[in-house]
Structures are given as structure tokens and as C-alpha cells.
């Protein structure tokens, strides 16, 4: 997508920890968690806004709704935010009136919104073993998909890391991104 919102910028590679790489399996194993119903509610939210064919108020429950708005208010990068209402907060199965991942348009829109295309630089993909939002078990398998797509990828296992323990990836992150600007050649470890 680079090549189309900035045609002027080379990209060099892509990093992500943690990332969202199977949105529908993300949404599966998050409809009963708190935490699930934070990270769901900012999809959800954002897609109403950006997709015309959808609407909140046709999958929240309206007894749920002020709530549901209360939650995703804060932002994510400020934890401090949520104090308030932490001991209110949802779960997707609670908030939801309808199976999300069978109700169309949002169930197509998983899938719309999970990347598949080729990668065409380096990737890195550096995820904690204890991460209580997103398994680690499914950035493996996109690590593992796209090796065997030939793409040049990189994976880093942090154990006993969580989700919110972002510091334990950000320093390898940096220097890879420091190595890619330098033009220092990648180290693929696909195969172990």
C-alpha cells in the first residue's frame, strides 16, 4: 500500500510487533476478554467511521452503547485513561448483539482487513510468547506463510513477554530499522 499513499518515499522494510496479521482469529480468541473488548471496540469504532455500509448502533447492544462509547474513548498508548472506568469494562460477547464474525458486512471486513499481499521488503515480526490479546502462535504462522512465499522475513520470539511489554522488542526493532537505512544486508531465519 506504500506505493499508493506515498509514491515519493522508498520503502526499505516493515516491522511490527505484536501485529494484528489474522484479524478473524484475533476477534475469536478475544470475545470473552476484557482486554478483547478494548482492542475490538477501537476496530469496530474505526470502521464505522470508514466504511459507509456499517453501523455501530446494528451490532451494539443498546443497554451496552454508552458504555461501549466510554471504553473506547481513551486512548490505547495511555493505559491511564481506562482508570476510571476499569472495573466496568466489556467483554465483546457482552457488548455485542450479534455473532460478529457471521454478520455481514463486518465479517467480510476481517478478512479485508487482514494483510495477504506480498511483502516485497524485509520484514520483522517480533511478538512476546505471553501475550494475553494477540497468541503468539498466529504471528508464527504468518512468519511461517510468507517464508515459504519466499518473502524475506525475520521472526523474534520474546518469552514470557506481554502484549503491553513493548520495551523488550523496541530496542532489536530500532537497530533493525537502523541496519535497513544503513543498507546493511537482512538475516532471514526462516527454517528455524
Not at 470473552?32 to 459507509?52: E, Q, T
Not at 519466499?150 to 533493525?176: K, N
Request: hydrophobic share 40%.
Amino acid at each position: 500500500m506504500a506505493k499508493s499513499y506515498a509514491p515519493e518515499l522508498k520503502l526499505l522494510g516493515a516491522a511490527a510487533s505484536a501485529p494484528a496479521t489474522n484479524l478473524r482469529d484475533i476477534a475469536e480468541f478475544n470475545l470473552d476478554k476484557p482486554g478483547g473488548g478494548i482492542f475490538l471496540g477501537y476496530v469496530f469504532a474505526a470502521w464505522d467511521v470508514v466504511y459507509p455500509d456499517v453501523n455501530l448502533d446494528a451490532i451494539i447492544k443498546p443497554d451496552e452503547r454508552d458504555m461501549f462509547d466510554r471504553m473506547v474513548e481513551p486512548c490505547f498508548t495511555a493505559p491511564a485513561g481506562f482508570l476510571p472506568i476499569i472495573n466496568t469494562l466489556r467483554t465483546p460477547e457482552q457488548y455485542l448483539s450479534v455473532d460478529i464474525l457471521k454478520t455481514e458486512p463486518w465479517s467480510a471486513l476481517f478478512e479485508e482487513n487482514t494483510p495477504s499481499e506480498p511483502i516485497e521488503v524485509p520484514i520483522l515480526i517480533a511478538h512476546g510468547t505471553a501475550d494475553p490479546l494477540i497468541p503468539v502462535e498466529l504471528s508464527e504462522a504468518e512468519a511461517m506463510r510468507r517464508c515459504e512465499a519466499g518473502e524475506d522475513v525475520q521472526f523474534a520470539r520474546y518469552p514470557g513477554s506481554s502484549h503491553d511489554a513493548r520495551e523488550d522488542t523496541a530496542v532489536y526493532i530500532l537497530g533493525w530499522t537502523v541496519d535497513r537505512f544503513a543498507g546493511r544486508p537482512t538475516s532471514s531465519n526462516c527454517g528455524n
